[in-house]
């Protein structure tokens, strides 16, 4: 166990909890860091459908980067609402299912979770993608590199939240740090330049407009894109049980900095992106430079400070995937806990960990990341859609909320939910048609068949329990012994000791030898004197010797028919099958055994019914 | 199963073994794809330490591969005496083992079982390698090639031997026809022309001579080089038992045919080599070029012929790995029937196919291939000490039968075999030293770690027996009823079932329920009504009740806590713990239980100890 012990830190009991709950500093990395790492690649893809505008295509960000923070508010004020009349976790299922029923609920839940693996995948890919144009001799491994590091964030998840914390700080305020005071930097100098900065580093000059004006098409599609910015801001109030008491204000709090960073980060973005006259560059096409690379460079030239920042740009990125690692397991729970997922997922681990939603998340966003071979621009399409629909089912049910709690304020919370829930609708009607051919779709069918899966998975577990749950009391009449099965394959001490069970339980007892083909039949001569004349001398009943032939080499298939034939001779016993097994001293000697008992086990099983149970007896090899 | 049928093929009874046993047509690719496809390697590796020499070296390529080809002749009449003395097979492990003692045995086991993996290993990465340079678009992914090539075979020989021979067939009789024809040709031409042909499509020319003449140590490590082509000649005597009645007939006409076919090539492409000036060009530069492609575009010009013949290397290189899977597996049971593998070494599966070997030699295969990432060029080095350390234990383990067994002829019999012996074992001691530093080394170091693994194997397996077996009839004395604990979640069916098969095998029954941290504890109240009352009309002894809290949140800890807590408190009792366990209509329902049975039976088993059993009382659900 100290192997355990040393990778996934000492198991915790549930009364340290309190210990693993999280501050407004740590609280920030962990549920923030996904919404603020956004500003890295949603202004750039908002721009990015821009680019056959040429140069004047630039002054078009400010006011779309505009809509989105009046956006981005609303959708605060709503959140801020959602906290305090759900301290204990006010995340988009549990209001949805709670005030527009389970259906509303179970869509909002399909629509987050993809959200959370895209999430996880988006981050990776871009922060890998960033990494490869640093360094394009690693482009050929950008699938592994993806692969890898979601490994190292599974592998930290596991670990339990507070190192979690920790480990994320770091990156998380220095990326903060950096890329508030290049931005603040570069309005200086704008402002104090009057408008016309020169730039320490030249932007690439954009080409001359191809395309007389936008498009409504093109803008609709470049503020569709420019939404992925908002992915994220949902984790907060779907966290509040993990924040420290009291858990409302601290939530509030730890919301309220996240979007107001977000929101000046965005702005800023805007703002030097017009004065500085920087447009997209083609992802695809050599010489494409980031957004927020040619932001800096421009500001603050290519020195020192240009590297911290992009780096903690790329780590960021990479480590965003982390807010859905916090989130992912505690919305699969509270699924679980109502019976639309196994119930697994309601258990924690060792670390306190809901370890069950860590597995599936990283396997779901892995094979993402291997299907669209980790290139971000692939999985960008597929965003923002599952983030919209949740922020709406959040918002109208919160409006149900308050048409049903009616208080002091009522109709002013229900106003402002009613605001947030109209725009974040219309913005996902605006995603799901500027971004359908793209990749939307992909969503589009993921969301329902993930809904559809889930209502299955509700119907199975009713259907169980309605089969095994019972009020009825203990039904039992005549008692007989069962008839016991103890197969042998050679005379030993474990055959021994499960013939000495058997008499425990049984006076009817059948011996099976399985004959090998090139194996003397010792066992049939010394039967007598091995076992008949001691069961005699004891008093006890004599065991009947059975020897079974095996046409098909295998040891383990006549055994399990012979307790069938059995069964289905003595309609009125159980029959029960004795395995006898050694077990190992050291876990190595596991692979030098013949799992002949783990199979004949499982077999039987899956071959049995009613009333065929199994015996493993335990042979302890001491080493000596 | 049917899924299973159709990926491996229908299970085939011991009884349909003559039917999948091989004639000369199928043996020759079965056993000599191996020792054929070298000839495509071996001059080619001996030419290319020639370079250095320009095309003064050409010449030298004719004693080398004459010293070869007889080393090759005295190996062929060494084991054309092996295969008449071991029909039942006589691998060199076999020989050594009954001749020389346990230690020489497993010594050339070693060295054959690293042989085996080399094969697979080269043989694939030399066609993956050809096939790259064909497509260099294909270079990036040569691991992967390598990897799925890998699989693909595997595949095939777990489907058993007749079919694997079926598919191995064309590709191995296109590759002899076509190379024979082409060196036929060629011969005659040069015949014709007096010695001077004029190649079709010329050969690079070499570069003037740089050095002045060939040192003896060169020509050392050419003739090391070389010596790869011998490679795989082991196959046939191993695998006697595999051929057609009369055995031993058999095999002899199809090694004949193999090393007769492989001298002729060697022979063959020494002489056009020499008569068309070519020169191995250097593998780790551009316009590299195999000599075998150049030879048979000299001959032939780069014609449909041309592509069919390398089309046929490439394939029979890629499969030559076939003879690895057909021999591997053999040697494996062999070794495993005396102990010092584990048993299912000797277990064949569904077809007739000792599966174990073959995942065993896959797995080990695939990591030489990722650990070398593919290239042939680092794993040649590595590759012939093992198989000529096996002729040698094999010749010198004859030489010892013939020392035993005397009889007529049994004086020249010691005599060609002690000849093989000397001239095998000379060649080990070349190849070691010449090829030491470039990775012989490695081989050294794998073959006695090899061998002592085996060794602790052995020692296990006697240790245990010791433990275990016995010839001491049943001891048998009072037999006292086992105390039953049944772990209870909720009252259901499955667990009414439990309760009731406890009643019939004891009447010291404990029924423990783990108080989960937020559930009512409704068991508790109606446990008189459920369970006391039942059993006392039916005149029953009641069982205990316990309650069991759980600090951790575990279910199953605190069961296996009480279980061993009852032990110790009952010296003399034996403890049975019921695990009522849900069985699935449909396999995929599996993942929606929790595994909280398995676990466990699994902790119970791993923290038990002798006086511990374990009752699977399964609940068959019926989806009604």
């Known amino acids: 166990m100290n192997l355990l012990d040393l990778c996934f830190g000492k198991p915790l009991a ?247 960073l977000l929101m000046v980060m965005l702005a800023g973005i805007a703002y030097l992106v017009r004065a500085y006259h920087i447009a997209a560059t083609d992802p695809g096409l050599p010489g494409y430079q980031s957004v927020l690379s040619m932001i800096v460079a421009a500001v603050a030239g290519r020195g020192v400070f240009y590297y911290v920042t992009i780096g903690s740009v790329l780590t960021v990125l990479a480590l965003s995937a982390n807010t859905a690692f916090a989130d992912f397991p505690r919305l699969c729970r509270a699924i679980s806990l109502n019976g639309y997922l196994p119930d697994s997922f309601s258990l924690r681990g060792r670390r306190l960990v809901y370890s069950q939603g860590v597995y599936f998340l990283a396997i779901l966003a892995g094979s993402l990341l291997i299907v669209f071979r980790g290139v971000t621009n692939r999985l960008i399409p597929l965003y923002a859609v599952g983030a919209f629909l949740a922020f709406t089912l959040s918002q109208a049910g919160m409006v149900a909320h308050w048409k049903k709690n009616k208080g002091r304020g009522s109709g002013r919370s229900m106003f402002v939910n009613g605001l947030g829930a109209v725009a974040t609708g219309a913005t996902v009607i605006v995603v799901l048609v500027a971004k359908f051919i793209e990749g939307a779709w992909v969503t589009a069918v993921l969301i329902p068949a993930l809904l559809l899966l889930m209502m299955a998975v509700k119907r199975y577990f009713v259907r169980v329990e309605d089969e095994i749950l019972t009020r009825e009391p203990l039904e039992i009449a005549a008692v007989k012994p069962p008839m016991v099965v103890l197969p042998v394959y050679r005379w030993s001490k474990p055959i021994q000791k499960g013939l000495r069970f058997a008499f425990t339980i049984s006076a009817d007892i059948h011996v099976v030898h399985v004959c090998k083909e090139d194996q003397k039949e010792q066992l049939k001569d010394e039967w007598a004197s091995l076992v008949e004349e001691p069961a005699r001398r004891a008093g006890l009943p004599v065991p009947k010797y059975v020897e079974l032939q095996s046409p098909y080499r295998l040891v383990i298939t006549p055994v399990v028919d012979y307790v069938l034939m059995l069964q289905v001779e003595n309609p009125d016993r159980q029959i029960v099958l004795i395995v006898p097994e050694l077990i190992e001293l050291h876990w190595y000697h596991y692979f030098l055994q013949s799992n002949r008992g783990e199979l004949l086990k499982g077999l039987m099983l899956l071959r049995g019914n009613q009333r065929v149970a199994i015996v493993n007896v335990p042979w302890y090899l001491t080493g000596t």
């Open 14 to 260: 549930a009364s340290d909890e309190r210990a693993e709950q999280l501050g407004v500093a740590s609280g920030i990395p962990i549920f923030g860091l996904d919404a603020l790492s956004s500003a890295a690649y949603g202004p750039e893809a908002a721009l990015t459908l821009l680019i056959p505008l040429g140069a004047a295509g630039i002054a078009y960000i400010v006011p779309i980067s505009s809509s989105i923070i009046v956006l981005m508010a609303i959708v605060y004020f709503s959140y801020r609402q959602t906290i305090a009349a759900y301290p204990g976790g006010g995340g988009s299922y549990t209001v949805a299912s709670e005030n527009l029923g389970v259906f509303a609920g179970l869509l909002a839940a399909s629509a987050l979770m993809i959200d959370y693996i895209l999430t996880v995948a988006v981050g990776i890919s871009a922060g890998v993608g960033a990494l490869v144009s640093a360094l394009p001799k690693l482009l050929p491994h950008t699938t592994l590199l993806c692969l890898g590091i979601l490994v190292l964030i599974t592998f930290i998840n596991l670990r339990g939240m507070r190192q979690a914390g920790i480990i994320f700080m770091v990156p998380t305020y220095l990326f903060i740090g950096t890329l508030l005071a290049a931005l603040a930097f570069g309005v200086f100098k704008s402002i104090v330049s009057g408008g016309h900065p020169v730039p320490v580093a030249m932007p690439p000059t954009a080409p001359s407009s191809a395309v007389a004006a936008a498009s409504v098409w093109l803008l609709l599609q470049s503020f569709a894109n420019g939404c992925t910015a908002m992915t994220g801001v949902e984790a907060v109030s779907n966290g509040v049980r993990a924040f420290r008491e009291p858990v409302v204000n601290t939530a509030r709090r730890v919301l309220t900095i996240i979007i107001v």
